[in-house]
């Protein structure tokens, strides 16, 4: 029999793991901003002014970069949904939950890329 | 090692089998009383998290994707929006639909850490007041929402969106 070397006492529970501490991360991050972007858009009840003041913070550069982040962890949470629930319903969900996941990264990847260059692209075009 | 029940180590009398009604009722996972409740809870996140990839993805490609994307957004455009029934009853499906599984992913996430029976509770208490007030205040605003403000003349506003001129002149 093989020592295995641990390092610490840390649960390495991989994939299914880390997939898991990323879900959680990105919904509370998503909650956050819904109760600012619901408080932002009841501005139109106060005044035009005061909305398109606020609102123009989104269109400030730190904040163009805040909402690449902020869509990326919509879109890792939706996808990352998606596995969960094929987990728990498909009959071959646990088996492949592995892959799952990869697939979850890749269309990640794909659907990020494009909305940055878009994203961007419209930024530069309107400053 | 010192043994006092002689049973422990008889299992000549037999060995009852797993949840045979020794354990006691309040470690059982049945008639906890909140069971239905934490079934109906995790069936809700997987029906409106499906719901929500769609309202959610179709809001971001409206708003981000399509025209001049974030340069487009200003009061005009959301009094635009909300002049179609479609766009009201779809914001606010998705206000109700991820404030209630943003507010059930919140209270999973206190349960899990907030070992104190007070800290518990006080997190709770904060959460659902905030959410009933986010709930309550964008219901509100998307429905007492007027498009076509006038200055105190009568006069339209700059920023209305265009459809006021032809319903108010």
């Given at each position: 029999?093989?020592?295995?070397?641990?390092?610490?006492?840390?649960?390495?529970?991989?994939?299914?793991?880390?997939?898991?501490?990323?879900?959680?991360?990105?919904?509370?991050?998503i909650f956050?901003?819904?109760?600012?972007?619901?408080?932002?858009?009841?501005?139109?009840?106060v005044s035009p002014e005061a909305y398109d003041a606020v609102i123009g913070a989104y269109k400030n550069p730190i904040m163009i970069v805040g909402e690449i982040g902020l869509v990326g962890g919509i879109v890792f949470h939706a996808f990352n949904g998606l596995r969960i629930i094929l987990v728990d319903f498909w009959k071959q969900g646990t088996r492949?939950?592995?892959q799952l996941l990869w697939g979850v990264v890749g269309l990640?990847?794909?659907?990020?890329?494009?909305?940055?260059?878009?994203?961007?692209?419209?930024?530069?075009?309107?400053? | 090692m010192t043994?006092?029940?002689?049973?422990?180590?008889?299992?000549?009398?037999?060995?009852?089998?797993p949840r045979s009604g020794r354990i006691d009722p309040k470690y059982l996972r049945s008639g906890s009383g909140s069971g239905s409740f934490e079934m109906a809870a995790w069936l809700f996140m997987r029906i409106s998290g499906l719901a929500l990839i769609v309202l959610i993805f179709v809001h971001l490609w409206t708003n981000l994707m399509m025209g001049d994307g974030i340069h487009q957004i200003d009061f005009?455009?959301?009094?635009?929006?909300?002049?179609?029934?479609?766009?009201?009853?779809?914001?606010?499906?998705?206000?109700?639909?991820?404030?209630?599984?943003?507010?059930?992913?919140?209270?999973?996430?206190?349960?899990?850490?907030?070992?104190?029976?007070?800290?518990?509770?006080?997190?709770?208490?904060?959460?659902?007041?905030?959410?009933?007030?986010?709930?309550?205040?964008?219901?509100?605003?998307?429905?007492?929402?007027?498009?076509?403000?006038?200055?105190?003349?009568?006069?339209l506003l700059d920023s209305v969106p265009a459809f006021c001129h032809d319903v108010v002149g």
């Amino acid at each position: 029999m093989t020592q295995t070397k641990t390092g610490g006492t840390l649960y390495r529970g991989r994939e299914g793991m880390w997939s898991w501490v990323v879900h959680r991360i990105s919904g509370v991050g998503i909650f956050f901003f819904l109760l600012v972007h619901v408080l932002d858009t009841s501005l139109v009840r106060v005044s035009p002014e005061a909305y398109d003041a606020v609102i123009g913070a989104y269109k400030n550069p730190i904040m163009i970069v805040g909402e690449i982040g902020l869509v990326g962890g919509i879109v890792f949470h939706a996808f990352n949904g998606l596995r969960i629930i094929l987990v728990d319903f498909w009959k071959q969900g646990t088996r492949y939950h592995r892959q799952l996941l990869w697939g979850v990264v890749g269309l990640w990847v794909i659907t990020m890329a494009a909305f940055t260059v878009r994203h961007l692209m419209l930024f530069f075009q309107g400053a | 090692m010192t043994t006092k029940n002689p049973e422990a180590v008889l299992p000549a009398h037999g060995i009852e089998a797993p949840r045979s009604g020794r354990i006691d009722p309040k470690y059982l996972r049945s008639g906890s009383g909140s069971g239905s409740f934490e079934m109906a809870a995790w069936l809700f996140m997987r029906i409106s998290g499906l719901a929500l990839i769609v309202l959610i993805f179709v809001h971001l490609w409206t708003n981000l994707m399509m025209g001049d994307g974030i340069h487009q957004i200003d009061f005009g455009f959301v009094a635009g929006k909300w002049a179609n029934p479609v766009w009201q009853f779809w914001d606010l499906v998705m206000l109700w639909l991820a404030m209630l599984h943003g507010t059930n992913g919140m209270r999973t996430i206190i349960d899990d850490y907030a070992e104190k029976d007070r800290t518990r509770v006080a997190l709770k208490g904060i959460l659902f007041v905030a959410s009933a007030v986010i709930i309550t205040l964008g219901t509100l605003v998307i429905f007492t929402f007027e498009p076509c403000l006038m200055d105190s003349s009568g006069e339209l506003l700059d920023s209305v969106p265009a459809f006021c001129h032809d319903v108010v002149g």
